[in-house]
């Protein structure tokens, strides 16, 4: 019914730049939340940055590991969430999911669905 995803991830030198697109699909009455999380292994997923579903952008959150090197945005007439990601380091290898709270219709409560995620290498 509902499926997000992601593309974009890829291998970059540390000091590069990606871009994470993650597009949502199907049966969609509206989407609030959109965001994006990690997990490098042996570590439990993290949560990376959100955005709200308000107007004007929306509002935002980043982990405080990616403040200021990260940002995330929205196109919601493309049910799509971004995550630009400059100053990349060694550390910031994982694979990135996103994750947005869908409503399938008005009678129905907002549920969260989850990409499958996209690997992001950064070699030193």
């Known amino acids: 019914q509902v499926q997000l995803v992601e593309s974009g991830g890829g291998l970059v030198q540390a000091g590069g730049s990606l871009r994470l697109s993650c597009a949502a699909s199907?049966?969609?009455?509206?989407?609030?939340?959109m965001s994006w999380h990690r997990q490098a292994p042996g570590k439990q997923r993290e949560l990376v940055a959100r955005?709200?579903?308000?107007?004007?952008?929306?509002?935002?959150i980043y982990a405080d590991s990616v403040k200021g090197r990260f940002t995330i945005s929205r196109d919601n007439a493309k049910n799509t969430v971004y995550l630009q990601m400059d100053s990349l380091k060694p550390d910031d290898t994982a694979v990135y999911y996103c994750?947005?709270?869908?409503?399938?219709?008005?009678?129905?409560?907002?549920?969260?669905?989850w990409g499958q995620g996209t690997q992001v290498t950064v070699s030193s």
């Open positions: 199907g049966t969609i009455f509206s989407i609030n939340a």
């Open positions: 955005i709200s579903s308000g107007g004007s952008g929306g509002s935002t």
């Open positions: 994750a947005a709270d869908i409503r399938i219709s008005i009678l129905r409560t907002p549920y969260e669905y």
